[in-house]
């Protein structure tokens, strides 16, 4: 008994952590054929990743990820920093795939498809401007003001790019109105290593409840 006592500890230390962090594998996959950097180091041909993390392909580069309700090819020369409703698009160019209504942010302007129904877009940002082509359904660029801007450029923030067409545009962020940087990773506790750590605490825990010595500290008789 107290054999397999000790196997079952033992199983549940080493099964807990990749469990714990398997929970979030479903949530996206990296894959490519080599040449990939995924937060500054090179990235395996598969890989899960996390909301923060950084994908950045070479010249001659290409990577997609997976996600639930998304595929998102990208494209050589390009810099995006996941999340799980949004891509961060730093430089370079993006294909999108979703039924989820997933996001691309280019610093102040933000491409939003439909929150409903399977829809296709690109978007590319390279030497100050923004180009969105839709194919599947209309999309919609937000440009959120940060300060005011002159009367001659007022009117409306939104530019709607018709299913067939595309537009591009400006990016007019001024001083202040930069979004967080891309490069960073979030907060600690939300990284797998994080949730790797605390599930081997609680499987340290477990075990040590499970198979402690069912002898008392202290004897009846000294």
Not at 139 to 167: F, L
Not at 168 to 176: H, S
Request: charged letters at 20%; glycine letters at 10%; one cysteine or more.
């Amino acid at each position: 008994m107290f054999e397999w006592r000790n196997l079952v500890c033992g199983a549940m230390i080493v099964i807990l952590p990749a469990s714990a962090v398997a929970q979030d594998l479903g949530r996206a996959m990296l894959h490519s054929d080599g040449g990939v950097w995924l937060n500054g180091n090179p990235a395996p041909k598969s890989t899960a990743i996390f909301p923060h993390d950084l994908v950045q392909t070479p010249k001659g580069s290409v990577a997609k990820i997976d996600a639930q309700g998304a595929t998102i090819t990208i494209q050589s020369g390009t810099r995006v920093q996941f999340e799980e409703e949004e891509l961060f698009l730093d430089s370079g160019s993006l294909q999108v795939n979703s039924a989820r209504g997933m996001r691309v942010r280019v610093n102040c302007m933000t491409v939003i498809p439909p929150a409903q129904g399977w829809t296709r877009y690109d978007v590319s940002d390279a030497d100050g401007k923004l180009t969105v082509v839709a194919y599947e359904s209309d999309i919609k660029i937000h440009y959120r003001r940060v300060v005011p801007r002159p009367a001659k450029d007022a009117g409306t923030s939104d530019v709607t790019v018709h299913r067939g067409e595309h537009v591009v545009r400006d990016e007019r962020c001024r001083a202040g109105s930069q979004p967080a940087a891309v490069d960073g990773y979030g907060p600690l506790l939300n990284s797998p290593w994080a949730i790797g750590a605390g599930a081997v605490a609680v499987g340290a825990l477990t075990c040590f409840a499970l198979c402690r010595d069912p002898e008392p500290v202290s004897p009846d008789t000294p």
